[in-house]
């Protein structure tokens, strides 16, 4: 069954010197008449400079000050892996969403022995994760790709599946505290629709993002989740031929940003940008894209103007990650980390608050792969030590913070030729 190809490139940053200190000049101990009355005049005025420049001063240093103690926590948090059980065959996770520290859920899929993907669904009770019953739709393939969760016992799930005769569909299930159940989310195409990412801001308002094929096009497709129905929103399509959504984050009923990729009309992949206003979709013009081909998988906003995305671009054979913020204003590139020598990829983000975010992917030295975490540390996003259970293939792709140092992230190792469900966390 085909999957969701990325593909990914290096971002640029630039930042400005320093400009040096303004140093005011002393006054001569012994001066004439004339210039003694002048300095009376003017001193008042440059000591009044210096008292106002005071709280500017301890506003800079505070802020330094707060840097010093992110970047502290960050480095104080350990990542340990916990056990996660794993499907009867080959089992990814693809996402995670944590209630609270001690309610998460966490999706993916599993092949079976008829090699047959089939959904895949385990909590976390604050003590244990263990696995869930949940239904497939059909016989055919399934795969959950994203999942959200408003309370501990209200969650969504989204993905697609197959449906036997060469057409995929949407797929998207509700998890009720006990039980999972089938929903019947829209879609716009009759061969190929797909959700990869959904957000809940209440138990009865959701927001799935995906793609569908359309003709010979890649068009984004939106679906809108009230508490017992799903309905299609028209979402925009700025790439003509390409344009997918890769992620969405709610900070409302009424306030939502869905990430992606979008055609340039040329030769290059743009990152793409589109904002939910409770009744319709706008682009987001002039979204950086540091390299030839990029793309948004994941975003998280803990209000209506402050969002964080991330992804990857790709220049020439390089992949690096790109991590862009918005604070009501334009989006800009943060300076993201890049340990790899091959491959630097990021698949999820999750901010507890503007200051405590964290971020999480991959990354490719040879032939081995790692997984990857970086927080934010006072306007940078250093790589924090994560564990790799195996010895040449680990990843991450999908983190879920309930407030700041308190994580868990989700994704795959292979330490032989099945893969086996990964989880990670600080709590």
Known sequence: MPHVTTQASQPLTSRRGARPARAFPRWLAACAAALCALAAAVLPAAQAQAQASAPAAQAKASAQAQAQAARA????????VAHSPNGSGASTLTDVSCASATRCMAVGFYTDSSDVDQTLAESWNGTSWSLTKIPDKGSSDNILTGVSCASATRCMAVGYHSTGSGAVQTLAETWNGSAWSVTSPGNPSSTYDALNGVSCASVTSCMAVGYANIGSNTETVAESWNGSSWKVRTSLNPGGDYTLFGGVSCASTSSCVAVGSQFDGVSEDLTLVEIWNGSSWSVVSSTPSPGENNFLAGVSCVSSTHCVAVGQAQTADLTTTVIESWK?????????????????????????????????GDDTSGAVTDTLIE??????????????PSSTNNALRGVSCTAPGSCAAAGSDTPAATSKTLIEATF
């Open 328 to 360: 009501g204003g334009s989006w800009q590139l943060a300076d993201s980390s890049n340990p790899g020598s091959s491959s630097d990829q990021l698949s999820g983000v999750s901010c507890a608050s503007p200051k405590s975010c964290v971020a999480v």
């Open 375 to 388: 927080t934010l540390s006072g306007g940078s996003w250093p790589a924090t030590t994560s564990p790799d």
């Open 73 to 80: 926590q960050a480095a104080a948090v350990t990542w340990s």
